[in-house]
């Protein structure tokens, strides 16, 4: 990701909303277009969305905030999804989760709350982990996803193969 | 000659390996200077083998797994393209009985050829349900959707039939097909497996049920945890377009019909239909009031046939095989057949398509051979997030819609998730509470405020703060939930939580601490 200032961010997300079809001109496309473009939705961009659709900056501000999915920071190389629901559970995902803890040196918090996202800095530069709810992958848990490669029967040793993987493949 | 090779390129299959194992045969038989052809088809559901190579041979395809990526040398060097028997052999995939003893419907081509091969397609009797549908009149195809006694698969049951009239009839020119594939529900992944191995087939579906209640755009909504599905089902809708069975003449009926293949962004309600037209809308995804119901005011105000993949996915097979055969299948009021999906800790976890009334018992023992642990099971989840807890003295129960309600359960999307004895089941009812507060949409109070206070309540308990009175507390705050909320993710979250205090109530105990029966 280069580094733009705040005009050239919001000349460009012009030009990717401008490229939308017209039954994407709609709040969460639009939001959807401009992470795809830019990793992330640039707080600049955001103006730029209310002024295209003719909406509020209220309203895009209540769909940017109601999705999980979208970020308003940019994405490290490495974004790990653990998957907390109750088919890993049952499969292991809260002892799984204290070992990511000790040896990423990230908290995911006990239990299986939303916890904060956590970043751990590896020699390779820094990891994301959060939970995640169900990646549909619930006969083969604990299950992860990692810049959206699923991986199943999680141990943490293949937790950390799959980290590794990453970071050598740039997304 | 060449050997035909079967590889799944399932998300689930390559979660463990596949696209490895994929790779690796066409290296050592190129190196061994046999030429093989590997098809990267769907899987056939029996996870706990996956990776699952299949070899075609005289005789029929021969399986073998759970291969990784270090045993294909030794397999093919021991004779594995010729399908001899090894190890990690199962023989004629047709006869293994696990696969052998389901009834496959929706199912039926899953894991038989590359899912994004037309020709195959309607080799395997693709298209033979559409064409039907156009050559009748529209009135008759929504009275056999009605006829088979199809109820919708999503988890609420409502017969298909009378919506399909409802979207008929509704005055309106702009109409609206919407496929529910936001599958959000833990131990659930039917939806993923059937548009990753079988896309045509929810195509078709949606086809026949937009040519029949009049709406020319149809619109899946597919959780964004699913970019497999998501790739798989654009490429599948680019192909059918220029197959001519989907766009503005579908088989020359003269019919319009396309498909937009619509992603999500990571809200477990979105899987509830109100919330999801909003999504569709670009909104955030906020639960209507009903009425009015989307059947008539669904999605921008027009009236909206709102499905999950299954229940369109059976469309097909009525249409081809004619109602009677579908309705000829079932108990009582649950007719057709029912995808199982087996997950958690579970030795045999799946695909198990089978015709309601199967007993929970049979599915978690006989099919899923009971614990991945090896310890005894404690406790199963069926119906997802929302779905009560039973103990194993009540395994018996048979799955079906009715029978499953008289118990306190509700099948919901169909999955089943195995606990062992070392489930503490105080801490499960809490998560049910925590997933309920993150999860919530927060439009209604219920809902939104009874699960944070769900979660506190429990604490309390297990805490040994006053567990009496926090137990009446928690019973009194779950019929606020369950009477009060606008919707099911605050009406049902109650039911995993009243069903562990029910059934475990010795993990809420203080002195136990949750520590269960271990």
């Given amino acids: 990701m280069r580094k733009v200032s705040g005009q050239m961010t919001a ?106 996202v956590e970043f751990a800095g590896t020699g390779s530069g820094p990891v994301e982990f959060a939970k995640v709810y169900c990646l549909g992958n619930c006969a083969l848990g604990p299950a992860i996803m990692v810049n959206g490669r699923l991986v199943g029967r999680c141990d943490i040793g293949r937790v950390r193969a799959a980290v590794v993987d990453a970071q050598v493949v740039p997304r | 000659m060449s050997v035909r090779v079967y590889v799944p390129g399932d998300s689930a299959a390559c979660s463990v ?85 389901q009834h496959r419907v929706s199912f039926a081509r899953v894991g ?29 195809v929504a009275a056999d959707i009605l006829a088979s006694g199809l109820r919708g698969r999503g988890g609420a049951g409502f017969p298909a039939g009378i919506k399909w009239r409802t979207v008929l009839e509704a005055p309106g020119d702009t109409k609206y097909v919407c496929c529910n594939a936001d599958e959000g529900d833990s131990g659930t992944f039917a939806d993923r497996m059937l548009m990753e191995g079988d896309p045509f087939t929810l195509l078709e579906g949606m086809t026949i049920a937009g040519t029949t209640v009049g709406a020319s755009i149809g619109l899946i909504y597919v959780r964004s945890e699913y970019p497999a599905a998501i790739r798989t089902l654009r490429t599948a809708v680019d192909i059918a ?7 503005p003449d579908v088989l020359g009926s003269g019919r319009s019909f396309d498909v937009r293949i619509v992603e999500g962004a990571g809200s477990y309600v979105c899987g509830e239909e109100t919330a999801m037209l909003e999504s569709l809308e670009g909104k955030r995804g906020m639960v209507r009031p009903k009425p009015p119901i989307p059947a008539l005011q669904g999605l921008f105000g027009h009236p909206t046939l709102v499905h999950n993949v299954l229940t369109l996915s059976a469309v097909p097979a009525i249409l081809a095989d004619g109602a009677a055969a579908y309705q000829g299948l079932g108990v009582d009021r649950s007719r057709g057949t029912q995808v199982f999906q087996l997950a958690g800790n579970i030795a045999r976890g799946g695909i198990v398509e089978l015709a309601f009334g199967v007993s929970l018992r049979e599915l978690v023992e006989d ?37 499953l309600a008289a118990a306190g359960g509700m099948l919901g999307h169909g999955g089943v998730v195995v606990f062992d004895d070392t489930v503490d089941m105080a801490a499960q009812a809490r998560f049910a509470m925590e997933f309920c507060a993150v999860e919530s949409c ?13 979660v506190e309540v429990i604490d309390k308990i297990t805490a040994g703060i006053d567990p009496e009175r926090n137990l009446e507390l928690l019973e009194e705050l779950c019929e606020t939930m369950t009477d009060g909320s606008l919707c099911a ?24 601490n949750g520590q269960g029966k271990r």
């Avoid at chain 2, 004779?79 to 190890?87: D, I, K, P, Q």
Wanted: proline share 7%.
């Fill in chain 1, 11 to 116: 000349a460009s997300a012009i030009r990717v909303l401008e490229a939308l079809p017209t039954h994407e001109r709609l709040i969460l496309p639009c939001l959807q277009a401009i992470q795809h473009a830019f990793g992330f939705v640039p707080e600049e961009t955001v103006d730029v969305v209310a002024g295209f659709l003719n909406v509020s900056r209220a309203e895009v501000v209540g769909v940017l905030t109601y999705y999980h999915d979208l970020r308003r920071m940019p994405p490290p190389a490495v974004v790990v999804g653990v998957c907390v629901a109750e088919a890993c559970q049952a499969s292991g995902v809260r002892s799984l989760i204290e070992q990511i803890e000790h040896d990423f040196g990230v908290r995911l918090g006990a239990g299986t709350g939303s916890g904060p």
């Fill in chain 2, 112 to 140: 038989l050829a590359d899912p994004l091969d037309m020709d195959d397609y309607r080799r395997l009797g693709g298209l033979v349900g559409l064409r039907r549908a156009l050559a009748i009149p529209v009135d008759e």
């Fill in chain 2, 367 to 403: 099919f899923g051979g009971a614990t991945f642990s090896g310890r005894p099971i404690r406790a199963v989840q069926v119906g997802g997030p929302l779905g009560a807890y039973l103990p194993e003295h009540a395994l018996d129960v048979a799955m079906d819609y009715e029978a």
């Fill in chain 2, 442 to 454: 927060g439009k209604c109070t219920p809902c939104r405020i009874g699960s944070t206070r769900g």
């Fill in chain 2, 489 to 512: 993710m605050g009406g049902l979250t109650p039911l995993p939580v009243r069903s562990a205090v029910a059934h475990f109530g010795e993990d809420f105990h203080p002195s136990t």
């Fill in chain 2, 17 to 101: 390996g596949a696209d490895e194992v994929a790779a690796r045969i066409t290296e050592v038989a190129a190196a061994e200077g046999v030429t093989v052809e590997v098809i990267r088809n769907g899987s056939r559901g029996m996870l706990w083998l996956e990776p699952f190579v299949e070899v075609q041979t005289p005789a029929g395809r021969v399986g073998y797994g759970p291969v990784a990526p270090g045993d294909v040398e030794a397999l093919i060097d021991s004779g594995m393209l010729e399908g001899v028997s090894h190890a990690l052999g199962h023989g004629l995939v047709d006869e293994i009985p696990w696969l052998a003893r």
């Fill in chain 2, 241 to 247: 377009r220029v197959d001519g069975w989907l766009g």
